[in-house]
């Protein structure tokens, strides 16, 4: 099943696949959906750091507590199910973590409404159902995301580019989060970099980058410089080219009560 620019957006896909309950992974163009039943059970993207990073570099579970889970579980797709039956997680730190995650990924995946969708009935992601989530509040926080980040800053380049930053500037005098997030700025790293270079979550990060570009702190890195392409002749002499956890509770009281 895939659905173009000409036709449903992702949003609206998402909702059609809730009206349906589908079960299966709905791929954007930067991002994928997991459903079962019609909700989100997992958010995958390549611009927000994964439940993995987010939990061993905060110290929360250690790696090999981690892979282990992966190794034991992943192909029966109970990898959250196994973190906290062996003693490595609570089940409440698995969903708040999770939550956050989902909620991450899912801004991103939700940024390129105009391209090109595909959806693979009855895909399942390795870590497994944690909370099911419904796909109308994924869409509403994501819009309220949207709408927070336009406030403090309307440039959206500062989500994905790699960030560097404005000479003569320095952390001082800076909050403490927006000062650690400005000395992880180095000309090379993106939002999402940066984010699990400090075991945060990528929102609370886009947060404190869209402030300082908002202040004239940073700003997205120039592009490199374009490698040349030389002409190589062949064997025969022709030529060829080379080629906020408060939020996340009052969220997740929200999804209790529903």
Do not use: K, N
Request: charged content about 20%; proline content about 9%.
């Amino acid at each position: 099943m895939t659905a173009a620019c000409t036709g449903e957006t992702a949003p609206e896909l998402l909702g059609t696949l809730a009206a349906d309950h589908a079960t299966g992974a709905l791929s954007t163009e930067s991002g994928i959906f997991y459903l079962s039943a019609g909700h989100v059970v997992h958010v995958e993207s390549a611009y927000s750091p994964d439940l993995g990073d987010l939990l061993t570099r905060s110290g929360a579970v250690a790696p090999a507590g981690w892979w282990d889970a992966v190794e034991r579980a992943g192909a029966r797709h109970r990898v959250g199910r196994q973190l906290v039956d062996s003693g490595r997680l609570t089940t409440g730190a698995l969903e708040l973590c999770h939550l956050g995650a989902l909620f991450d990924a899912a801004y991103f995946a939700l940024a390129h409404d105009c391209a090109p969708l595909r959806f693979r009935p009855g895909a399942a992601h390795w870590l497994g159902a944690v909370r099911p989530v419904p796909v109308a509040a994924v869409l509403g926080e994501s819009r309220r995301r949207r709408d927070l980040l336009h406030r403090i800053w309307p440039d959206p380049a500062v989500d994905t580019a790699p960030l560097t930053r404005v000479p003569g500037t320095g952390p001082a005098g800076l909050p403490p989060r927006r000062a650690r997030t400005l000395t992880q700025v180095d000309g090379a790293r993106t939002a999402a970099q940066i984010a699990a270079a400090l075991a945060h979550r990528t929102f609370h990060t886009l947060v404190e980058l869209r402030r300082l570009a908002a202040g004239g702190l940073v700003t997205p890195a120039p592009p490199p410089p374009a490698t040349p392409v030389h002409a190589v002749p062949d064997a025969d002499g022709a030529a060829w080219d080379e080629p906020d956890t408060a939020l996340l509770r009052r969220l997740l009281d929200a999804l209790e009560a529903l």
